[in-house]
Nanobody
Framework: QVQLVESGGGLVQAGGSLRLSCAAS????????MGWFRQAPGKEREFVAA????????YYAGSVKGRFTISRDNAKNTVSLQMDSLKPEDTADYYC???????????????????????WGQGTQVTVSS
């Protein structure tokens, strides 16, 4: 079992930055790949970014590549999403999710579909004003 709690959401003007954090509790955080997803009102949940178990590999949706950066700290059981050059279309609820453990996934990376993730946080809201 992995429990995930997001924080760091809020209201920001277009062009600004926010940093989301996800704190994980439970066993063997470092054996899970981690992802961020977002869901805007009336839309399906969409993939944003993923980082593999070691932090050495990352993967981004085309809409955020070059603006967002995912990272993890296995010593602190956290994964972060640095969001720069924010746009109004980035407005959504943001969720972190865990995919694993690695002995079950075989290290497959990246997982970009919601169904591939096993554990989810409750979400944090991000609003970007124009």
């Amino acid at each position: 079992q992995v429990q995930l709690v997001e924080s760091g959401g809020g209201l920001v003007q277009a062009g600004g930055s926010l940093r989301l954090s996800c704190a994980a509790s439970g066993r063997a955080f470092s054996s899970y790949a981690m992802g961020w997803f977002r869901q805007a009102p009336g839309k399906e949940r969409e993939f944003v970014a993923a980082v593999n178990w070691s932090g050495e590999r990352t993967y981004y949706a085309g809409s955020v590549k070059g603006r967002f950066t995912i990272s993890r700290d296995n010593a602190k059981n956290t994964v972060s999403l640095q969001m720069d050059s924010l746009k109004p279309e980035d407005t959504a609820d943001y969720y972190c999710a865990a995919d694993g453990p690695i002995y079950l996934t075989g290290g497959y990376f990246p997982a970009s579909r919601p169904g591939e993730y096993d554990y989810w946080g409750q979400g944090t809201q991000v609003t970007v004003s124009s």
